[in-house]
């Protein structure tokens, strides 16, 4: 049976705990040496630093979900929390099958009965 794994990526809440406001304080000001990820040797874009805090990344490098866990202090299981269920498996319909042809009784309109007061 295939396995539905769903995860949520917890950077912007580790960040709001150790009081940093924005994706820059995890590197630092701009000319400044200086940083947390910096201080690891981890040097990224503005643009992968947007990525890793403002979305939940597809894959990301070993090093800087360790960086990332040394930082904030937590495990990587603290980092990632995720889910696992059964996934519903749907069989393929058949063009043209019975189930897809609507009922014709839905379409035909209920044949009126007239009474008159006398009845």
Not at 46 to 72: N, T, W
């Amino acid at each position: 049976m295939k396995r539905e794994i769903h995860y949520h990526w917890r950077v912007r809440e580790l960040m709001a705990r150790a009081g940093m406001k924005n994706s820059r304080d995890l590197v630092g000001p701009l000319r400044d040496l200086v940083g947390p990820l910096r201080d690891r040797g981890i040097t990224l874009s503005d643009s992968q630093i947007y990525r890793i805090v403002g979305q939940e990344p597809d894959r990301i490098a070993f090093k800087v979900l360790v960086a990332l866990c040394d930082i904030f202090g937590v495990e990587a299981g603290d980092l990632i929390t995720y889910t696992a269920t059964d996934a519903r498996q749907s069989r393929d319909k058949a063009a043209n099958s019975p189930a897809d042809v609507p009922l014709l009784n839905a379409y035909r309109p209920v044949r009126a009965r007239i009474i008159t007061d006398d009845d």
